[in-house]
């Protein structure tokens, strides 16, 4: 069992950008996703309702939509379930968490081209109708942006390459996307902030705590370097074994590239590139020199680089800006 996460104290969230709505159909949206959920609505359905033009914005007219449209059981309180979903929006504020539904102009479009009528989320691994966001969303839209992942006990020289390759990529431009866990995922971050740029941590659990707790100040310093933390998961659900494999099908789907710097081949890292594959998103692993190449923590980058589909090899953060499409060099 994961141990207790750290809930972020008052003096923690000073500085956080506050939950800010661009504009009151956001601000519906939202609340639509939020009561639909709690109606026990599956998230395909939330998508579908969230992508249709016509979008209640109050309990009364929420509770007709919901009759109207058949989406209801007997004995379901859609207007009660609005109202509650105001109340959790304005805890999320409070918290400085900002609510972004499908179809927000803030949700990352990457995201969204996976869950759209003609993909039907199948490539996604499952339907995300909101992100909760603590910082700036700006770098879930960025279109340069490169996922940095690994073992969280990573060898010597795995360590190194995964905060190198953090801190070249952030260098040249690109959003650097992990998962705040232990080992390559905090030095992606560290990388990534060393070289001033934009990261976005992607978490298994509600944002009102941070896993693994000594990793507090590390979320600190992404979100005040302009980075962010998102979630699929409300405040208050702690962090459970079956979310990480499902949150490492966001950090795939937000990235124009996967690195892979070191797995021992049994580990999350390697669901993040089966999530990847079956996304279409290229592949690239970490090469290590011989010296390095039998560690135990190196064990699956050897299967990655010689099995079928075969990963790009990758010995530098320049090696993996050549494997990605001309496009993703280019100004947004």
């Given at each position: 069992?994961?141990?207790?996460?750290?809930?972020?104290?008052?003096?923690?969230?000073?500085?956080?950008?506050?939950?800010?709505?661009?504009t009151?159909?956001?601000?519906?949206?939202a609340?639509?996703?939020?009561?639909?959920?709690?109606?026990?609505?599956?998230?395909?359905?939330v998508?579908?309702?969230?992508?249709?033009?016509?979008?209640?914005?109050?309990?009364?007219?929420?509770?007709?939509?919901?009759?109207?449209?058949?989406?209801?059981?007997?004995?379901?309180?859609?207007?009660?379930?609005?109202?509650?979903?105001?109340?959790?929006l304005?805890?999320?504020?409070d918290?400085?968490?900002?609510?972004?539904?499908?179809?927000?102009?803030?949700?990352?479009?990457?995201?969204?081209?996976l869950?759209?009528?003609?993909?039907r989320?199948?490539?996604?691994?499952g339907?995300?109708?909101?992100?909760?966001?603590?910082?700036?969303?700006?770098?879930?839209?960025?279109?340069?942006s490169v996922?940095?992942?690994?073992?969280?006990?990573p060898?010597?020289?795995?360590?190194?390459?995964?905060?190198?390759?953090?801190?070249?990529?952030?260098?040249?431009?690109?959003?650097?996307?992990?998962?705040?866990a232990?080992?390559?995922?905090?030095?992606?971050?560290?990388?990534?902030?060393?070289?001033?740029?934009?990261?976005?941590?992607?978490?298994?659990?509600?944002?009102?705590?941070?896993?693994?707790?000594?990793?507090?100040?590390?979320?600190?310093?992404?979100?005040?370097?302009?980075g962010?933390?998102?979630?699929?998961?409300?405040?208050?659900?702690?962090?459970?074994r079956?979310?990480?494999?499902?949150?490492?099908?966001?950090?795939?789907a937000?990235?124009?590239?996967v690195?892979?710097?070191?797995?021992?081949?049994?580990?999350?890292?390697?669901?993040?590139?089966?999530?990847?594959?079956?996304?279409?998103?290229?592949?690239?692993?970490?090469?290590?020199?011989?010296?390095?190449?039998?560690?135990?923590?190196?064990?699956?980058?050897?299967?990655?680089?010689?099995?079928?589909?075969?990963?790009?090899?990758?010995?530098?953060?320049?090696?993996?800006?050549?494997?990605?499409?001309?496009?993703?060099?280019?100004?947004?």
């Open positions: 069992m994961p141990e207790k996460p750290r809930s972020p104290s008052k003096q923690d969230t000073l500085g956080l950008t506050r939950s800010a709505v661009v009151y159909a956001d601000r519906s949206r609340c639509l996703a939020l009561a639909l959920r709690e109606l026990k609505c599956r998230p395909r359905g998508v579908d309702a969230l992508g249709a033009a016509r979008l209640p914005n109050a309990g009364r007219e929420f509770a007709d939509y919901w009759h109207a449209d058949r989406l209801g059981l007997d004995g379901t309180d859609p207007a009660g379930a609005w109202e509650r979903a105001e109340r959790n304005e805890r999320c504020d918290l400085a968490i900002t609510v972004i539904a499908y179809g927000d102009p803030r949700y990352p479009t990457r995201l969204a081209a869950q759209g009528p003609e993909r989320g199948a490539a996604l691994g339907y995300v109708p909101l992100l909760y966001c603590r910082g700036s969303a700006a770098g879930l839209n960025d279109c340069r996922a940095v992942i690994g073992t969280r006990t060898s010597a020289f795995g360590r190194r390459r995964a905060r190198a390759f953090g801190h070249d990529l952030a260098a040249e431009g690109f959003v650097v996307v992990s998962g705040l232990r080992g390559c995922d905090t030095e992606a971050h560290w990388g990534c902030i060393d070289a001033a740029g934009i990261t976005v941590a992607v978490l298994a659990h509600g944002l009102d705590s941070i896993y693994p707790p000594e990793n507090a100040d590390l979320a600190d310093r992404l979100i005040g370097a302009g962010c933390l998102v979630s699929e998961y409300p405040p208050g659900t702690p962090p459970r079956r979310a990480f494999g499902q949150r490492d099908r966001i950090q795939s937000l990235a124009e590239l690195v892979v710097v070191e797995t021992p081949g049994d580990d999350g890292t390697m669901i993040t590139v089966d999530h990847a594959r079956r996304q279409r998103r290229p592949v690239g692993c970490l090469v290590h020199p011989p010296e390095f190449a039998s560690a135990e923590a190196a064990a699956g980058n050897s299967r990655l680089l010689s099995g079928y589909p075969r990963a790009i090899p990758l010995k530098t953060p320049q090696d993996a800006l050549a494997a990605m499409r001309p496009s993703a060099h280019e100004a947004c």
